[in-house]
């Protein structure tokens, strides 16, 4: 039976299939998921509930060990059930008799699916930057592994300039460690606790919202209760965006690596395992999992687009249509994480051909050092871009080692080939990774501390020694 069914009515009527497949199919899926975090909500909220004794400490212990005991139980959600929301209480209820009923109290399943959405998120988001710092770590070890290896570097697809394998697997590191900012930015706006908003206008009692936001580890209370039904969907939409952002930076390294270790340049060996073969061509090895790292990255435009679609004419407060941000959430969230989780182990084994690599270097890929040279002699450099343009035709120099490594090594200004600046983004790693260790243990803690038992009142009483029996 629904939460909001009475007895009679939902005997007589029942609920109509067709509708409840409608509203909750697709839904129950991700509750399934928010499983865990929906069961914290309510073991925060019966503290509340004590504080406000409308319940009393021995029924709040009792309502927080059930809910504990439901943590271990496998619960598998139902079409039936509504959501996650809606069968934890008749779990308490079936157990706990007239003291579930009192589960409830004092809030809204508006308020409810925010609490679990946002720690959800907060656990998806550890997990993704764990990923991101470990394939930090790997762009800046190969690249300085490699800080020397020569690299033509493109413009417009066509070879340019001197450059190196150093400076190349920096760019996507540091972009990386620019993304952690934007993902900190929304861990700022996510680390607010929704509880006690209830269906959007408060509740009539004097909920302690700082108490629950703390037990459940989060950093504050966030403020106007209808802006918490609002933030539905907007924080998920940022979220998005800065993971889009993560995703833009994959999707170009996914890109350059299919390009860079293809037969015609050869310059990187993909690790074996990370390819597949075909069913047809015995010689192929595919670079599948960078090609699924590219496509996958398409639908992240399409999220975002559809959570501003979903929103921008909704009237405030709650609205069934939030419903739907779950699954560009869900999607969203699992995509970076499993695309940074692939790319990580792919790019510490990366091959490198050194030869291929130099061999790339033809002599046009030194038209401006050339003119450099003349500018140094103190020719205007539009004088000399001239000189050495109407000259392109002629025999260029033998292309050397030396003129490679020499050329490479003049580009020595902050953030250049010769210069590439990993030690710095090195340190700038260790820094992130401290800092969100530290912010992942407070979350990790929070919730060991919801998971522990507590001893009834009951239990208490029978530990209590006799009178007299002092030893
Ligand atoms: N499944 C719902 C959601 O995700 C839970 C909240 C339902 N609230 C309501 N008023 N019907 O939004």
């Known amino acids: 039976m629904k939460t909001w069914m009475t007895g009679e009515e939902g005997e007589k009527t029942g609920i109509d299939k067709l509708v409840e497949n409608f509203t909750a199919g697709a839904d129950v899926g991700y509750d399934q998921r928010l499983a865990e975090y929906d069961i914290y909500g309510s073991i925060a909220h019966v503290h509340a509930l004590e504080n406000l004794e409308l319940v009393t400490s021995l029924e709040a212990k009792k309502l927080r060990n059930e809910l504990r005991k439901l943590l271990k ?28 009923k009192k589960l409830h109290t004092a809030r809204s399943r508006n308020d409810q699916v925010l609490v679990d959405i946002r720690l959800f998120t907060k656990a998806e988001l550890f997990r993704i930057v764990r990923e991101m710092l470990n394939l930090v770590e790997s762009l800046l070890y190969f ?17 340019a300039m001197p450059s190196s394998v150093g400076l190349w697997a920096g760019s996507y590191g540091e972009a990386l460690l620019d993304d952690l900012t934007l993902l900190e930015a929304n861990l700022e706006l996510i680390d607010q606790s929704p509880l006690g908003a209830g269906a959007g206008y408060g509740v009539p009692v004097n909920l302690d919202r700082e108490l629950t ?15 918490v039904m609002n933030s539905r969907g907007k924080f998920e939409f940022n979220l998005i965006s800065a993971l889009a952002s993560v995703q833009l930076d994959l999707s170009r390294l996914a890109s350059d690596l299919i390009d860079f270790s293809n037969g015609e340049f050869n310059f990187f060996e993909i690790p074996e395992e990370f390819t597949t073969g075909s069913s047809i061509m015995p010689q192929k090895k595919n670079p599948d999992v960078l090609e699924l790292v590219r496509g996958r990255s398409a639908s992240f435009s399409g999220h975002l687009s559809n959570l501003f679609s979903l929103l921008h004419g909704l009237r405030s407060g709650y609205s069934r249509d939030l419903q739907e941000t779950k699954k560009s959430l869900f999607e969203s969230l699992g995509d970076t994480g499993d695309s940074l989780a692939v790319l990580a182990p792919l790019v510490s084994a990366l091959g490198v051909n050194e030869e291929e690599l130099i061999n790339a270097f033809s002599g046009e890929v030194f038209a401006t050092d050339k003119v450099f040279e003349l500018v140094k002699e103190g020719v205007p450099f539009r004088e000399a871009y001239r000189r050495v343009k109407n000259n392109l035709d002629s025999k ?34 260790e820094r992130a ?4 260790a530290e912010r992942e243990s407070r979350f990790v803690d929070s919730l060991k501390e919801l998971r522990k038992p507590e001893a009834s009142g009951e239990e208490y009483e029978n530990q209590k020694p006799e009178a007299g029996n002092h030893e």
């Open 396 to 429: 260029t120099e033998e292309v050397s080692e030396k003129l490679i490594k020499e050329s490479i090594g003049s580009r020595e200004h902050l953030g250049g080939p010769g210069n590439p600046g990993l030690d710095e983004k090195k340190a700038s790693l």
């Open 213 to 227: 936001a703390e037990i459940l580890g989060f950093d504050k209370v966030q403020n106007n209760a209808i802006y």
């Open 73 to 100: 139980k496998d619960i598998s959600l139902n079409i039936g059930d509504e959501d996650i929301h809606s069968k934890v209480e008749n779990e308490i209820t079936e157990a706990l008799g007239e003291l579930g």
């Open 433 to 436: 990774k401290k800092k969100w």
């Open 143 to 159: 690249g300085s592994s490699q800080s020397d290896t020569p690299m033509v570097g493109f413009t417009h697809y066509r070879k």
